[in-house]
T-cell receptor
Framework: GQQLNQSPQSMFIQEGEDVSMNCTSSSIFNTWLWYKQDPGEGPVLLIALYKAGELTSNGRLTAQFGITRKDSFLNISASIPSDVGIYFCAGHSGNTGKLIFGQGTTLQVKP | DTGVSQDPRHKITKRGQNVTFRCDPISEHNRLYWYRQTLGQGPEFLTYFQNEAQLEKSRLLSDRFSAERPKGSFSTLEIQRTEQGDSAMYLC??????????????????FGPGTRLTVL
């Protein structure tokens, strides 16, 4: 079945630093999504990507849909303490819309 | 705020009991999804509805699990004869299918806060 490999598994950075995380898939996706999840809450959608090569920004967040359609990355610039949380990539293909999620990247920011 | 809501937020039950969770999607969203998330993992797809029709079920959804969306609005997920392995966060998401959209007609999925189930 489809699987997403997300890396790194965790990051501990200083406030103000930039962060990069990525996801790779064993198969092609039509849509890539990035979510952030706080403890005890549901995932919150950050960025959605629909076309191979697409580069999209949302404030300090930038994400790209890989040309091969098998990978995506998320960058966070100038990190702040409220960026702390777990970031998930997700993708889907076909016409069901069911999402396949990565294992998550836990981000901790030191003030 | 008219986001996705779920009830209850937490449920503690004894093994063997039945539990039922409710999800209210964003109004006018015609697609509704259920996912399960265990500690340290990403959510895993369980089932989804298009309006009131249940169109796909994961093999994770054993015979003890049943989901309904009777009027195409809210949905319920019932687990019968709960087992300790059922302990997880159960997440609901909804999206608006736009058949006219060239890119991603299934729409972006927005999640609710989840129901945390603990089976003792």
């Amino acid at each position: 079945g489809q699987q997403l490999n997300q890396s790194p598994q965790s990051m501990f950075i200083q406030e103000g630093e930039d962060v990069s995380m990525n996801c790779t898939s064993s198969s092609i996706f039509n849509t890539w999504l990035w979510y952030k999840q706080d403890p005890g809450e549901g995932p919150v959608l950050l960025i959605a990507l629909y076309k191979a090569g697409e580069l999209t920004s949302n404030g300090r967040l930038t994400a790209q849909f890989g040309i091969t359609r098998k990978d995506s990355f998320l960058n966070i610039s100038a990190s702040i303490p409220s960026d702390v949380g777990i970031y998930f990539c997700a993708g889907h293909s076909g016409n069901t819309g069911k999402l396949i999620f990565g294992q998550g990247t836990t981000l901790q920011v030191k003030p | 705020d008219t986001g996705v809501s779920q009830d209850p937020r937490h449920k503690i039950t004894k093994r063997g009991q039945n539990v039922t969770f409710r999800c209210d999607p964003i109004s006018e969203h015609n697609r509704l999804y259920w996912y399960r998330q265990t500690l340290g993992q990403g959510p895993e797809f369980l089932t989804y509805f298009q309006n009131e029709a249940q169109l796909e079920k994961s093999r994770l959804l054993s015979d003890r699990f049943s989901a309904e969306r009777p009027k195409g609005s809210f949905s319920t997920l019932e687990i019968q004869r709960t087992e300790q392995g059922d302990s997880a966060m159960y997440l609901c998401a909804s999206s608006l299918e736009r058949t006219w959209a060239v890119l991603d007609p299934m729409g972006e999925q927005f999640f609710g806060p989840g129901t945390r189930l603990t089976v003792l």
